[in-house]
């Protein structure tokens, strides 16, 4: 029986995946741009790769924010919910904007403005306003992500960055903007309220899944990395550039 405080491994172990996902395309972008090795990550199988991994943390995202919101409002009312998110989407934030200080520093061009950590930022403050609409969060998410695909041929000031309009010449080596990626949050939404209701799982999973295979090694080492998905987010980069471009190689 799922208590009302129980994590879901099934959904630690997706985040868990998705930071390997995220780990291998960066140690492949890493290489093919510090020109270690001419891999083309900017096309083909490998961007098609990149944006299913994004589209799977933002689900999770999502999906996530159902679960912590549905447990939260059993001791909180509507305003003190909202300050709980709004505060740790404005932690999210300025931890992105860390992110663009060191990558401008760093880089020089190309640097992140608008990543997806800026996206997780806004769309933790945003989400509250969908919390218990699930039609209203998946037609939002459609319209968000067709809306998106629309602004591709748009282009604009770069005060519009985070909407997903930008000037021709913009180039950043991460770039997550409000349209389309934000559907994909709410999207989130919608699941997480079809499937943990009120932050229970509402749905049965096979036995083997909850007493076997899935709890045990790789399934264990998965979770772990979808609990600290945060922290392996911020520290894998700077890791893989000094083993792939020591400053002092």
Do not use: C
């Not at 608008?114 to 930022?121: K, T």
């Not at 041929?153 to 950043?172: E, K, Q, T």
């Not at 009120?198 to 899944?209: A, I, M, W």
């Amino acid at each position: 029986m799922t208590t009302i405080q129980e994590r879901f491994f099934e959904i630690d172990q997706m985040r868990g995946l998705a930071v390997i996902m995220m780990v291998l395309y960066h140690v492949l972008f890493d290489v093919y741009f510090f020109n270690i090795y001419p891999v083309d990550v900017t096309s083909g199988f490998w961007k098609i790769f990149a944006m299913v991994t994004a589209s799977l943390f933002l689900l999770l995202v999502g999906v996530s924010f159902t679960i912590s919101a549905a447990r939260a409002e059993v001791a909180m009312d509507g305003r003190s919910l909202f300050l709980k998110f709004l505060k740790r989407g404005i932690f999210i934030l300025l931890i992105a904007a860390l992110i663009t200080v060191v990558t401008w520093w760093y880089l020089g061009e190309g640097y992140i403005i608008f990543g997806i950590l800026h996206l997780i930022g806004i769309s933790i403050i945003i989400a509250p306003f969908f919390f218990h609409r699930r039609l209203l969060s998946l037609f939002g998410g459609i319209v968000f992500i067709v809306v998106g695909i629309l602004l591709q041929a748009v282009r604009g000031p770069s005060l519009l960055l985070p909407l997903g309009v930008h000037p021709v010449s913009f180039y950043s080596v991460d770039y997550t903007p409000i349209f389309p990626w934000f559907g994909l949050v709410l999207i989130g939404i919608f699941l997480g309220e079809l499937l943990y209701p009120g932050g229970k799982r509402g749905y049965s999973l096979p036995e083997f899944t909850q007493y076997g295979k899935l709890q045990e090694f790789p399934g264990t080492a998965f979770a772990f990395l979808g609990r600290h998905s945060l922290a392996i987010y911020i520290l894998h980069q700077p890791v893989l550039i000094l083993l792939l471009h020591p400053p002092w190689g």
